[in-house]
C-alpha cells in the first residue's frame, strides 16, 4: 500500500517536471574534440608560426565557432598530418614535428642515438659499373664508429651487404634510421677500391657529441692561422668553444680559418657568441642580429642579438641555465674570417656570414650554402600566462602525451636588416670537397682541399696543384636524405627564458 503510493507520487512529479519544462530548450552538449594534441597543435602553430597569417586554416576566425573547429581538428586522426597541413609548403622546408620533445631537447643538446657518422649528402660513381662509394666526413670521438676505427676519408661503398650502385644507394639512409648496420669500408689504391678487411657491424647507443671537434694554430708564409672545425651551434658547450678562442687570443693569431662545412646550425644565442669570439671591436650590445617574428608577435618582433662580453653556460645534461657566465675570449685583430662551407653549412653558420658581413671581410671558400634565414623556437604543450613565454615553457609540460613542434618562428637579419641569402651563399673562392673523395685528408692537414686553399689564399702562394688534384675521376649522382632536425637555427626554452630575463 505505502509502496503503491510512494510510486504514484513519483509519476505525478515527474509529470509535472516534464510539463513545466516542455517549453523549454535541451542544450546541445556539442561536438566532442577527440584529440587534445590536435588542439595544442592548432593554438600553437596560431600563436607562432612565421607563416601564420598566409595560412587559411590557420586563421584567427578559425576556432571561433567551437563546433565547427572541433569538427576540423577531429578530422584528423594523426596530429602530425594535423601539423603538416598548415604549412606553407610553398615557402617552408624547415617546420618538424617532434614525437618525443625530451629526445629532441637532448639532441640539441648533443646527446643522440647515433653511430657517431657523419657523411656528405652526396654519393659519386666511379667505375663503369655504376658502383658508388660515399666518404666519411668525420667520427665523433668514443663513438661506435671510432671504438670500430672509421675515420675520416674511409668509403663506405657497402651497407648490409648490399655492395652500393646507383639504383640502391639510398640505403645509406638506414645510417639515420636503423639502430644495428654493417658497413663495408674502402680505401682507393692506385685508382682500384680496396675494402679495409671484413664488414663492420655496428650498434647505435647514445652519443653525446662536441661540437668544437679540432683546432690548431697553423703557421705559414709568416702568418699565425687559427683553424677551427666546428660541427654545431651548441649551448651546452660555450665553455669548449670559448677555450679554443682563449688559445687563439693567447697565440695572437693574424688570420682565422672556420671549419663550418659540416655544421647544419643550431643555438641563435651560441651564433652570437661565437661571433663575438672572433669580432672583437664591437662594444657589447652593439647590434649583431635582428629576428622578426609573424604580425601576431609584435612584443618579439625587433628582438636585438647582441655581440657580447660574457657567455652564459648551460648544463650539459639538462640544459639549464648554470647561473654562470664566463669572460668571452674576443679577438680584436681580424680584419677578415675564412668560412669553409658545403651544402651542408646551414642555418646559424650562415647567421655568422651574414651577421659579421658589416664589419669585416668574410671569405667562404667551398660550395653554396644552404639558404636558411629563417629559424625556430621549440613549441611544447605547456601555456604560460605571458604572450611571450606561451607554448615555450617546458616547465608544467602536459604529461599526457610527448608530442612537441620546431616550426619557423622568425626570420633573421644582420645590423644592415640584410636576409637575402635563400638561395644560400655562394662561394667566394669555389672548391668541392667531393672531388676529392679518393683522397680526403684529415683535418688540419696543410694539404687537405679546402683548407689549403684558404691558406694559400691567406699567404698569396701558388696552389699546391698536385695536393688539389683528385686521385680518380669520380660522377657525382643524386643526394642522400638529410637527417632531422640537421639544418636547424633555434631558440631552446632555457635560452628564452635568459634572453627575457636579460632584457627587462
Given at each position: 500500500?505505502?509502496?503503491n ?6 509519476t ?5 517536471f516534464i510539463?513545466?519544462?516542455k517549453?523549454?530548450?535541451?542544450v546541445?552538449?556539442?561536438?566532442t ?5 590536435n588542439?595544442?597543435v592548432w593554438?600553437a ?7 601564420q597569417?598566409d595560412v587559411?586554416?590557420l586563421?584567427?576566425?578559425?576556432d ?8 576540423f581538428?577531429?578530422g584528423?586522426?594523426?596530429s602530425?598530418?594535423?601539423f603538416?597541413?598548415?604549412l606553407?609548403?610553398?615557402l617552408?622546408?624547415f ?6 620533445v ?7 643538446r ?7 657518422i657523419e ?6 660513381s666511379?667505375?663503369?659499373n655504376?658502383?658508388?662509394v ?5 667520427v665523433v670521438?668514443g663513438?661506435?664508429a671510432d671504438l ?6 674511409d ?9 652500393l650502385n646507383?639504383?640502391?644507394f639510398?640505403?645509406?639512409n638506414n ?6 648496420i654493417?658497413?663495408?669500408?674502402a680505401?682507393f689504391d692506385n ?5 679495409k678487411g ?6 647505435a647507443v647514445?652519443v653525446t657529441?662536441?661540437?668544437v671537434?679540432f683546432?690548431?694554430i697553423?703557421?705559414?708564409g709568416?702568418k699565425k692561422i687559427?683553424?677551427?672545425v666546428y660541427?654545431?651551434?651548441?649551448s651546452t658547450y660555450?665553455?669548449e668553444?670559448n677555450?679554443v ?5 693567447a697565440?695572437?693569431?693574424?688570420e682565422l ?6 655544421n647544419?646550425?643550431?643555438?641563435v644565442l651560441t ?6 669570439m672572433?669580432?672583437g671591436?664591437?662594444?657589447d650590445?652593439?647590434?649583431?642580429a635582428l629576428?622578426t617574428y ?5 612584443v618579439?618582433?625587433?628582438?636585438v642579438y647582441p ?5 652564459a653556460?648551460f648544463?650539459k645534461?639538462?640544459?639549464e ?5 664566463i669572460?668571452?675570449?674576443?679577438l ?11 651544402d ?5 653558420s650562415?647567421?655568422?656570414?651574414n651577421?659579421?658581413r658589416p664589419?669585416?671581410?668574410v671569405?667562404t671558400v667551398?660550395?653554396t650554402?644552404v ?6 623556437n ?6 604560460a600566462t605571458s604572450s611571450?613565454?606561451?607554448y615555450l615553457?617546458?616547465d608544467g609540460r602536459n604529461p599526457?602525451?610527448t ?6 618562428t622568425?626570420?633573421?637579419?644582420n645590423?644592415l636588416?640584410q ?10 673562392i669555389?672548391?668541392?670537397e ?5 683522397n680526403?685528408l684529415?683535418?688540419g ?9 684558404a691558406i694559400?689564399n691567406?699567404t698569396g702562394?701558388v696552389a699546391k696543384s698536385?695536393a688539389?688534384r683528385?686521385k ?5 649522382l643524386g ?8 639544418e636547424e637555427?633555434?631558440i631552446?626554452?632555457?635560452?628564452e627564458k635568459?634572453i ?5
Amino acid at each position: 500500500m505505502i509502496k503503491n503510493f510512494v510510486l504514484s507520487a513519483l509519476t505525478i512529479l515527474t509529470l509535472l517536471f516534464i510539463s513545466c519544462n516542455k517549453n523549454e530548450t535541451v542544450v546541445d552538449p556539442g561536438v566532442t574534440l577527440n584529440s587534445e594534441v590536435n588542439d595544442f597543435v592548432w593554438k600553437a602553430m596560431n600563436h607562432w608560426y612565421f607563416w601564420q597569417s598566409d595560412v587559411a586554416n590557420l586563421d584567427d576566425a578559425k576556432d571561433d565557432d567551437i563546433d565547427a573547429y572541433h569538427t576540423f581538428l577531429n578530422g584528423f586522426s594523426d596530429s602530425e598530418d594535423l601539423f603538416n597541413s598548415l604549412l606553407n609548403t610553398s615557402l617552408d622546408d624547415f617546420s618538424w614535428y617532434i614525437p618525443d620533445v625530451e629526445a629532441q631537447l637532448n639532441a640539441f643538446r648533443g646527446i643522440t642515438l647515433s653511430y657517431g657518422i657523419e657523411i656528405p649528402r652526396t654519393v659519386v660513381s666511379y667505375d663503369a659499373n655504376n658502383n658508388i662509394v660515399i666518404f666519411v666526413a668525420y667520427v665523433v670521438p668514443g663513438s661506435p664508429a671510432d671504438l670500430a676505427g672509421i675515420e675520416r676519408g674511409d668509403l663506405i661503398y657497402k651497407v648490409d651487404g648490399t655492395v652500393l650502385n646507383t639504383n640502391n644507394f639510398l640505403l645509406l639512409n638506414n645510417l639515420f634510421s636503423e639502430t644495428s648496420i654493417s658497413l663495408g669500408i674502402a680505401n682507393f689504391d692506385n685508382g682500384n677500391l680496396v675494402p679495409k678487411g671484413n664488414d663492420v657491424s655496428l650498434n647505435a647507443v647514445e652519443v653525446t657529441e662536441n661540437p668544437v671537434h679540432f683546432s690548431s694554430i697553423i703557421q705559414e708564409g709568416g702568418k699565425k692561422i687559427g683553424y677551427l672545425v666546428y660541427n654545431g651551434f651548441r649551448s651546452t658547450y660555450h665553455d669548449e668553444l670559448n677555450q679554443v678562442f682563449s688559445t687563439f687570443k693567447a697565440q695572437n693569431i693574424d688570420e682565422l680559418v672556420l671549419d663550418l662545412r659540416y655544421n647544419g646550425g643550431g643555438s641563435v644565442l651560441t651564433s652570437a657568441y661565437l661571433s663575438s669570439m672572433i669580432e672583437g671591436s664591437k662594444a657589447d650590445g652593439t647590434t649583431f642580429a635582428l629576428l622578426t617574428y609573424n604580425a601576431k608577435r609584435n612584443v618579439e618582433n625587433g628582438v636585438v642579438y647582441p655581440f657580447y662580453n660574457e657567455a652564459a653556460l648551460f648544463n650539459k645534461v639538462t640544459g639549464e641555465f648554470a647561473n654562470t657566465f664566463i669572460p668571452i675570449a674576443r679577438l680584436s685583430n681580424l680584419s677578415r674570417v675564412y668560412v669553409l662551407t658545403s651544402d651542408k653549412t646551414a642555418s646559424a653558420s650562415e647567421m655568422i656570414i651574414n651577421g659579421l658581413r658589416p664589419s669585416m671581410e668574410v671569405i667562404t671558400v667551398g660550395t653554396t650554402t644552404v639558404g636558411k634565414n629563417e629559424g625556430s623556437n621549440t613549441l611544447v604543450d605547456a601555456p604560460a600566462t605571458s604572450s611571450r613565454q606561451i607554448y615555450l615553457n617546458t616547465d608544467g609540460r602536459n604529461p599526457d602525451h610527448t608530442v612537441g613542434m620546431q616550426p619557423i618562428t622568425f626570420q633573421i637579419f644582420n645590423s644592415l636588416n640584410q636576409s637575402d641569402y635563400s638561395d644560400g651563399f655562394a662561394p667566394t673562392i669555389e672548391v668541392d670537397e667531393i672531388d676529392f673523395t679518393a683522397n680526403i685528408l684529415p683535418f688540419g692537414d696543410t694539404n687537405e682541399a679546402l683548407l689549403s686553399t684558404a691558406i694559400n689564399n691567406i699567404t698569396g702562394a701558388v696552389a699546391k696543384s698536385a695536393a688539389l688534384r683528385p686521385k680518380l675521376a669520380v660522377r657525382k649522382l643524386g643526394t642522400i636524405a638529410k637527417k632531422k632536425f640537421s639544418e636547424e637555427m633555434y631558440i631552446l626554452p632555457e635560452e628564452e627564458k635568459l634572453i627575457k630575463e636579460k632584457s627587462n
